[in-house]
């Protein structure tokens, strides 16, 4: 049982920037994959990042490809989502989620374990 929590979030406008962070706690990080998804009102939740528990491999949704990018820290059992570029588009709860698998998954069925959600507003 692993526990996951976000942190970061917050209100940017259109063009800026911000990092979100998922503090990992209860098991062998390493284990595990890792992904970001979102959800915006009214939207189902869908898939933004993931990368695998090397963290040599990772997979994007082709909304943020080129703008986002997905790292994690095994020393720091954290795994951040760099978000650059944003755009109001971008505005949605974003939640990371975790599994003890050497797959990439962009699915949310894919995961076991989710955090709490972190709130990101981008203004336009």
């Known amino acids: 049982q692993i526990r996951l929590v976000e942190s970061g979030g917050g209100l940017v406008q259109a063009g800026g920037s911000l990092r979100l962070s998922c503090a990992v706690s209860?098991?062998?990080?390493?284990?595990?994959?890792a992904g970001w998804f979102r959800k915006a009102p009214g939207k189902e939740r869908e898939f933004v990042a993931a990368?695998?528990?090397?963290?040599?491999?990772?997979d994007y949704s082709e909304s943020v490809k080129g703008r986002f990018i997905i790292s994690r820290d095994m020393a720091k059992n954290t795994v951040y989502l760099q978000m650059n570029s944003l755009k109001p588009d971008d505005t949605a709860v974003y939640y990371c989620?975790?599994?003890?698998?050497?797959?990439?998954?962009?699915?949310?069925?894919?995961?076991?374990?989710w955090g709490q959600g972190t709130q990101v507003t981008v203004s336009s």
């Open positions: 209860g098991d062998f990080f390493s284990a595990y994959g």
């Open positions: 990368i695998s528990f090397s963290g040599r491999n990772t």
């Open positions: 989620a975790a599994v003890k698998s050497p797959l990439l998954s962009d699915q949310e069925s894919g995961y076991r374990y």
